[in-house]
């Protein structure tokens, strides 16, 4: 995505990469757009079973793009956690409890996640936890406006976790400061299960200019995923989570 632009000597210039989006004001346009409607984002959906292809949202909303990998900026995430104190029948049934920040939950039981009993494994079939954990990304592709959201599965949250301490231990570098490579991995849980496993890695740094843009960027989104309200689409996946009753298979976040 490029665009022309005027500097402040008069002289036209090409902007390219994220610096295309130096005047974009998300808040303003999704607040304009969705008045009266409920905030959300496309999805990019991880498979089950472990298949190494994601769902990436295209033109025809029913017929998404297979992508064995892609690369975006990691704007903002943050943990989600759902509980259900009856199986999850599908439709518009909201969750007991939700907590959008992993520390606290808002419902029946409500209050500390770390205390809450819901949190421990042993409480759901397999040895899992009754209280699902997830962790949303909001990615924003080169040449796009408007990020996707993807929803990382609990046994793709080891792996993520590790990357972000990879980017910390180079410099002290955020997610959103660099391009990341998304693939997956076939692999199996300890009780031999197959499930698809989320991989990243860095594309290339971000220029100074780039980081400033999406610096404001990830401000906006930050903001914005206050108002994306629980996805009957991820409750859906995780009820078909294969875990592990094995707590080293997690890593807490």
């Not at 290339?204 to 401000?219: D, H, Q």
């Amino acid at each position: 995505m490029s665009k022309k632009v005027t500097n402040e000597t008069g002289t036209d210039v090409i902007e390219s990469g994220f610096c295309a989006l130096t005047n974009i004001n998300l808040t303003k346009m999704i607040t304009e757009e969705f008045a009266g409607l409920d905030l959300t984002f496309d999805r990019i959906k991880i498979p089950s079973g472990g298949a190494t292809v994601f769902e990436v949202p295209g033109d025809d909303p029913d017929q998404p793009e297979a992508v064995r990998e892609f690369s975006a900026v990691i704007l903002y995430h943050h943990p989600l956690l759902v509980y259900y104190k009856d199986a999850y029948s599908g439709g518009n049934m909201p969750p007991d409890c939700s907590s959008f920040d992993g520390e606290t939950g808002e419902g029946d039981p409500g209050g500390a996640c770390a205390k809450c009993p819901l949190n421990e494994f042993g409480t759901a079939e397999n040895g899992g936890k009754a209280c699902k954990a997830r962790r949303r990304l909001y990615l924003l592709r080169e040449g796009e406006i408007f990020p996707f959201m993807l929803s990382l599965p609990t046994l793709s949250l080891k792996p993520f976790t590790r990357y972000l301490m990879r980017l910390f231990s180079k410099g002290g570098r955020d997610s959103n400061s660099v391009v990341t490579a998304f693939s997956l991995k076939a692999t199996k849980n300890k009780e031999g299960k197959p499930y698809s496993q989320a991989q990243f890695s860095v594309d290339r740094s971000l220029t100074a200019e780039e980081r400033a843009v999406i610096a404001g960027l990830s401000e906006q989104v930050r903001q914005l995923s206050r108002a994306v309200g629980v996805n009957h689409g991820e409750v859906s996946e995780m009820d078909a989570e294969v875990i592990s009753n094995a707590e080293d298979d997690i890593l807490p976040f």
